[in-house]
């Protein structure tokens, strides 16, 4: 069993903060002039008060990913830049397996938009490598890195709408692990993947 490191209002804190981040991220895009200072004001109000009144984020839920000690005994924290709750890099995203399938769901805003209203096409990339790794890593009993990956962009990606990425196992070949995937926005395959997943060589 892992240990936490830190109690469950600093981590609750941490992802307050972070939640500040990906707002004031989105409103540098979207807004100017005393728009932005009124978000700016009000976000750095709501860090004050809940630096100054750790009830103000009293929440019945607890944090999504405190910080713990890992069996082998060092400090993890999740860095990863589509899941981490306190990493404002990442969107809010779910993750579900369905047997050997696994969905993910998020809507992006403007810091992930390249072309006016379209996700930027190596984000996308980004998600797809984030669930078809996931597919693969449910198959195995180690780790596996990409080692190639294919991106294939049928049609323009929506900002702003709520994007399903699905990724599956395609084959196993001792240390290879192809899988595939797509990215839909509503019924229509926006984006396809499919790539090669390589367990490193047994240590000796
Ligand atoms: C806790 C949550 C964490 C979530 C993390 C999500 C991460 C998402 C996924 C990632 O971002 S991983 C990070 C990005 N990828 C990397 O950093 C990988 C960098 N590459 C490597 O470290 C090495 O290339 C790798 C360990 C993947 C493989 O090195 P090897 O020297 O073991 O590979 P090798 O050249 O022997 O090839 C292995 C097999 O694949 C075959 N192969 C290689 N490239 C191929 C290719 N392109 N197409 C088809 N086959 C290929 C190759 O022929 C060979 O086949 P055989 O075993 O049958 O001989």
Known sequence: MSDLVESRADSTLAEFTADVCRRLASGLLDRTGDDLRDLVAQEVDGLRAALSDPSFLDTADAPSDPPFVSPKGYTTINTNPVTSRRNPLAPLVTIE????????????????????????????????????????????????????????????????????????????????????????????????????????????
């Open 97 to 204: 397996h369905d047997g050997d399938v696994v969905e993910m769901t998020t809507t992006l805003s403007l810091p992930y938009q390249g072309p006016r209203g379209r996700v930027h096409g190596g984000y996308a990339a980004v998600l797809l490598d984030h669930v078809l790794w996931h597919a693969v890593r449910s198959r195995l009993d180690s780790v596996s890195f990409t080692r190639s990956l294919t991106i294939t962009y049928e049609q323009a990606l929506p900002i702003g709408t709520e994007l399903t990425m699905t990724g599956r196992v395609t084959e196993i070949d001792g240390r290879k692990t192809f899988a595939a995937g797509e990215i839909k926005a509503g019924d229509v395959v926006c984006v396809r993947g499919e790539g090669l997943w390589v367990s490193p060589r047994p240590r000796t």
